[in-house]
C-alpha cells in the first residue's frame, strides 16, 4: 500500500472515530469504541511515514512528502483535542445536584458570570460622552435604574439561596 493511501486510512479512521462518538453508536460503549479507531488510526499515519522516508530521495520531493503528513497529523491531533474537550469523560457536576437547587445553582453560576463580566466593565476606562448621552434621556435612565434595582434584588435573593444551601 502507498503511503498516500496509508496517510488516506488514517484520515478515515480519525474520522471515522469522531463520527462514532458523536452519533453515539454502540452507546454505553461508544467512547471506548472511538478511542480504539482513533488509536488504530495512528498505525497507517506511522507506516506511511515510514513508507514515504524511501518513496522520496531529493529535498524538495522530502519537503513536498512531507506536506501531507503533516497536514494529516495536525489534523488528526487537533480532532483528538477537539473530541476530548468537546466530550468529557467525567460526568457533568450538575447531575449531583438536587432537582429542586439546579434552578438555584445555575442562577448562582450565571450570576458569577456577570459579576466578572460587570467587574471587568468597571475597570475598563469610562467613556465620558456616551455616559453623558446614556444618562440625559430620562427614559433611558429610569431603564437603567430600574436594570440595577433587578440586578441587585437577584443578587441578594441568590446569595440568600446559596448560603441556604451551604
Not at 40 to 61: D, T
Not at 66 to 93: D, K, N, Q, T, Y
Not at 119 to 131: F, G, I, K
Request: aromatic letters at 10%; charged letters at 25%; glycine letters at 4%.
Amino acid at each position: 500500500m502507498s503511503s498516500r493511501r496509508l496517510l488516506a486510512l488514517a484520515t478515515v479512521c480519525a474520522l471515522a472515530a469522531f463520527l462514532v462518538l458523536v452519533l453515539r453508536v454502540a452507546h454505553p460503549h461508544h467512547r471506548q469504541l472511538a478511542l480504539a479507531i482513533y488509536g488504530l488510526g495512528w498505525v497507517p499515519f506511522v507506516l506511511s511515514i515510514r513508507k514515504a522516508r524511501g518513496e522520496y530521495s531529493e529535498e524538495v520531493a522530502k519537503l513536498r512528502a512531507w506536506r501531507g503528513h503533516i497536514l494529516v497529523g495536525l489534523a488528526v491531533l487537533f480532532l483528538g483535542w477537539a473530541v476530548w474537550v468537546l466530550i468529557p469523560v467525567e460526568p457533568s457536576p450538575l447531575l449531583e445536584v438536587d432537582e429542586e437547587l439546579l434552578p438555584a445553582t445555575l442562577d448562582a453560576d450565571l450570576l458569577a458570570s456577570y459579576d466578572s463580566r460587570f467587574l471587568r466593565y468597571l475597570a475598563a476606562p469610562v467613556d465620558r460622552e456616551r455616559y453623558k448621552a446614556l444618562t440625559d434621556d430620562p427614559a433611558r435612565r429610569r431603564f437603567i435604574e430600574d436594570w440595577w434595582a433587578r440586578v441587585a434584588e437577584n443578587r441578594q435573593a441568590t446569595q440568600r439561596i446559596l448560603v441556604d444551601v451551604n
